[in-house]
């Protein structure tokens, strides 16, 4: 673990050694073999990696016994492990940077090794994964993130969106803004428009700042949206914390973001929050107050 920290890039790195797919796959086959047993597979191909597994559920009204075949493929896990470590790299490239800069030093000789790094790993996708492009587009991204981190990047320690080592969290966010400067004062605006009745949040404001600058959170913030059934609206909350990514105000959360979730937020009460997992895969389209969120994120660019 120590050394995937000092050397962010190492998945890729290792999987760039060589082509590595028929590998990748007869273990993905393996992996189903033991997990399900050969009388449960109706069906492997070996050359594509699609696995066919039976399954039977009893349903819940009918008490009727359901047969169905679910259908797993390599291609769909090869690219979802790719997704998953490009956002494990980036989390981890911005803590070392993160670090040096506490440091009282320049991340750009940091920066500039893991560049070179990337680009001679980016040749090897050609001559590896040709056929992958997600693999290429992944250490392109890489790349541009860390080419964006040297141009904002400062070593003004007092600068008010650095935290020190002991407050840090990899759990909190990271809000991203064009200049550092802009961070604390767009946030207390931020804050001001949650805050504002009827409020969408409860907190100290220095509990929302800290959960949205890498730092540790104590009490966390409350999410006081509630659906119709009068419950806290876990949608709601998955949805403001969606369009925050997708406007880019904060850094997009890699494999950790349940945990991210659960570590910031309460419920009204200020308890924890549970069973994001399944909020995630039953999210409403159209969840309790879509139209403030959206007004309020809205006008943080006016």
């Not at 060589?18 to 009388?39: P, W």
């Not at 890498?214 to 409350?222: A, F, S």
């Not at 999410?223 to 369009?243: A, E, P, Q």
């Not at 308890?271 to 895969?281: A, D, P, V």
Request: some cysteine.
């Amino acid at each position: 673990m120590k050394n995937e920290i000092k050397q962010p890039c190492i998945f890729f790195e290792s999987l760039l050694e060589a082509d590595k797919c028929n590998d990748l796959k007869k273990k993905f086959i393996s992996n189903f073999e033991q997990e399900f047993g050969t009388m449960n597979i109706k069906s492997i191909n070996e050359q594509t990696g699609v696995i066919e597994i039976w399954n039977s559920y009893t349903d819940e009204f009918t008490k009727e016994v359901i047969a169905e075949i679910l259908v797993y493929d390599f291609e769909t896990y090869f690219n979802s492990e790719i997704e998953e470590n490009f956002q494990t790299a980036k989390s981890r490239i911005d803590e070392l940077i993160l670090e040096v800069i506490l440091n009282d030093k320049s991340p750009e000789r940091f920066i500039d090794h893991q560049i070179i790094l990337l680009n001679n790993l980016l040749v090897k996708t050609d001559t590896f994964y040709l056929d992958r492009p997600i693999l290429r587009k992944s250490i392109k991204g890489l790349i541009k993130h860390l080419r964006k981190k040297k141009s904002s990047t400062t070593i003004d320690i007092s600068a008010p969106n650095l935290v020190e080592i002991d407050d840090f969290s990899s759990y909190s966010f990271n809000w991203d803004s064009a200049n550092p400067e802009d961070t604390i004062p767009n946030l207390e605006k931020f804050y001001s428009l949650l805050t504002a009745y009827p409020a969408l949040i409860e907190c100290s404001k220095e509990e929302f700042i800290n959960a949205f600058t890498k730092r540790k959170v104590t009490n966390g913030i409350k999410w006081l949206v509630k659906g119709d059934n009068k419950l806290i609206s876990k949608s709601s909350l998955l949805y403001f914390v969606s369009r925050l990514t997708e406007e880019g105000v904060i850094n997009e959360i890699p494999s950790s973001f349940n945990k991210t979730i659960e570590y910031i937020f309460r419920d009204s009460s200020g308890e924890l929050l549970k069973n994001i997992k399944q909020t995630k895969s039953t999210s409403s389209q159209n969840p309790a107050q879509k139209d403030r969120i959206d007004s309020i994120i809205d006008s943080l660019f006016s």
